[in-house]
């Protein structure tokens, strides 16, 4: 019987390690920009051998990087924007939340049933028109311009009243009773008991803020206000002849932090993504 | 409407009351809502009917003009089949690559977790980045030719669409991987110990347990990628950019209209054809479900 489960368990063992294998394939384009960015522009005009990656690594790429482009400020902006978003949001959806959550008022099904509606209008389609106002505002190159846009979410409110609406009933009645006044309840049980919930918004919101072209290409017209994401993609196909290595170091620079959070935060943007996100 | 229904189960908490707190508690999510969702969009369909100016004011009333030349032209059709194409290479190649991996890692063991992250981990990355290197890995010197032995500049010509394709779908699947791992995860214990006492083979639990378990993540995965296919713009055009390939989708359609000729009122129409085709597909999406769909 022992006998048995001693080779089960090595065979799960094989099993595990077989599929580390496959992952680190799977993910290997990471490593090889990571390879790569340590290897001088010059050396990758020809097909790369093992040779030509031992015999010439050096911090030369990063060094000229640092110096011809701003990458610190592309990080700068980059971080404010989420921050100025994750804050913003947050706050906003997690007050609407609690109307939809605990009040019953008039129109509330019609409000609700924009929110909805909001949340099936495709970004995309509304960039066109969005990008002419922001310009017409005046708003090109500055923080409100990127990020107004994203003060109000769907999903985030949505997240916030699922997360209310799982606290017990009977809390809020006898908090009531004993005259706790609405934004006081909100402030001190139903925000706190949420934190699961806004961790979620907050890594989702800072990966996709983090990770957005679209709307920064439009409204960072500035080489001051571009983004980590705008600076990266100006690199590519920009230069006649490509300088492949510092093209690897940039996009290294921009991948650590959105990586990391990933690292921190896995469980709960997963969370985050699957919790309602489908039935049954 | 499925979303009136919903709200008329919730029973919120006490009795009606008077207060004006839950009014001043909706303005500001109504407020951005109306600027930047609602009005765009009336406004996107009011410029369709006039001719704009560089910056986006409109001049005179053409009527229907604009929508007839834009359905009317030939590259209309072609970034229509385009996207099609596209949206389906993506669907199909995504859902399999996420089946598979998700299907490796069906059983929670010790050291699981590593592979999981490692599969998932591309939902982190931003698409100019992995354009960076993927531009590298397949370009003439590449590594890609440095294995094979070839010397295709894979991003360009025959080959473009197929790259694309292929570089999407890795950066795509992450997601996929994730919500069908929650499906399979689904699958009670006991009955693969019963599936494995009957003597089932890998393939036969696949199909007649896994999959009819996770049916609404498989669903919902199918149909997840065909919707962020029809939306997805940075990777095409970091990688493509141009007009005149077989990745000129409705998207990258709209962004050179309207950003760079500054013909709004076009970008606008081809904005309003791509949220009609979402808006079909998720019909489809919402209709198919609740005929094959199997809930527990």
């Known amino acids: 019987m022992s006998k048995v489960t001693i080779k089960h368990s090595t065979k799960i063992k094989i099993g595990v390690a077989i599929k580390i294998i496959i992952g680190l394939i799977f993910i290997s384009p990471i490593f090889i920009g990571l390879i790569f960015s340590f290897v001088p522009d010059e050396e990758l005009y020809a097909l790369p051998t093992v040779r030509t990656v031992v015999d010439n690594l050096t911090l030369r790429n990063y060094a ?8 610190f400020s592309y990080i700068k902006t980059s971080l404010v924007m989420c921050a100025i978003v994750i804050v913003v949001q947050i706050t906003v959806s997690s007050l609407s939340a609690y109307a939809f959550a605990f009040f019953k008022f008039r129109g ?24 002419l106002t922001i310009r017409r505002l005046g708003l090109l190159n500055t923080y409100l311009g990127l990020t107004i846009i994203s003060f109000a979410g769907g999903r985030s409110l949505f997240m916030f009243r699922q997360s209310y609406m799982s606290l017990p009933r009977e809390m809020k009645e006898a908090a009531t009773v004993d005259g706790c006044s609405d934004l006081r309840y909100l402030w001190q049980f139903a925000i706190p008991l949420s934190l699961p919930s806004i961790a979620s918004i ?29 600076g990266m993609a100006q690199m590519i196909g920009s230069d006649a002849i490509p300088t492949y290595g510092r093209m690897m170091a940039v996009a290294m620079l921009s991948l650590i932090i959105p990586i990391i959070v990933f690292l921190i935060g896995e469980d709960y943007l997963i969370a985050g993504m699957t919790r309602g996100a489908i039935k049954g | 409407m499925r979303a009136a229904k919903d709200v008329a189960v919730i029973r919120p908490l006490g009795k009606k009351r008077t207060t004006p707190l839950p009014y001043l508690l909706l303005i500001p999510t109504m407020v951005f809502l109306i600027a930047f969702t609602f009005y ?17 004011r409109p001049g005179a009333f053409v009527g229907l003009r604009i929508w007839k030349k834009v359905l009317t032209s030939d590259e209309f059709h072609r970034s229509i089949k385009n996207t099609l194409e596209y ?37 982190a990355l931003a698409s100019a980045p992995i354009a960076a290197i993927m531009t590298y890995i397949f370009s003439k010197y590449g590594i890609f030719n440095a294995l094979t ?26 997601s996929s991987f ?22 089932a083979k890998p393939l036969t639990k696949f199909f007649k347990i896994y999959l009819p378990i996770a049916s609404p993540q498989v669903f919902f995965v199918i149909f997840l990628n065909i919707l962020s296919a029809f939306k997805s713009f940075a990777m095409i055009r970091i990688l493509v950019g141009t007009d005149d390939s077989p990745l000129a989708v409705l998207i990258l359609k709209l962004y050179n209209y309207a950003f760079v000729r500054e013909r709004y009122e076009t970008g606008c129409v081809y904005a309003l054809i791509l949220s009609l085709v979402i808006f079909l597909v998720s019909r489809i999406q919402f209709v198919v479900e609740k005929k094959v769909v199997y809930y527990q």
């Open chain 1, 108 to 131: 509330r099904n019609l409000l609700f049933t924009l929110v909805l509606i909001a949340m099936m209008v495709p970004g995309q389609v509304v960039t066109i028109t969005n990008f």
């Open chain 2, 178 to 199: 994730i919500y069908l791992l929650v499906g399979f995860r689904n699958v009670p214990i006991e009955l693969l110990e019963c599936a494995d006492l009957d003597g």
């Open chain 2, 149 to 174: 032995g070839g010397t295709t500049v894979w991003l360009s010509g025959k080959t473009l669409f197929p790259t694309v394709v292929f570089i999407v779908i890795w950066a795509n699947c992450g």
């Open chain 2, 87 to 123: 949206a389906s290479c993506i669907g199909v190649g995504t859902f399999s690559l996420a089946m598979i991996l998700a299907f490796m890692s069906t059983r929670a063991v010790k050291g699981s977790k590593v592979y999981q992250t490692m599969f998932a981990l591309p939902i």
């Open chain 1, 64 to 71: 000229k990087v640092f110096k011809t482009l701003p990458i």
């Open chain 1, 202 to 230: 907050s890594i989702m919101l800072f990966i996709g803020e983090f990770n957005a072209y679209l709307w920064p290409l439009l409204v960072s017209r500035k080489p001051q206000m571009y983004t980590i994401q705008i």
């Open chain 2, 40 to 56: 765009p969009l009336v406004n996107c369909i009011r410029l369709t009917f006039y001719a704009t100016d560089q910056i986006g």
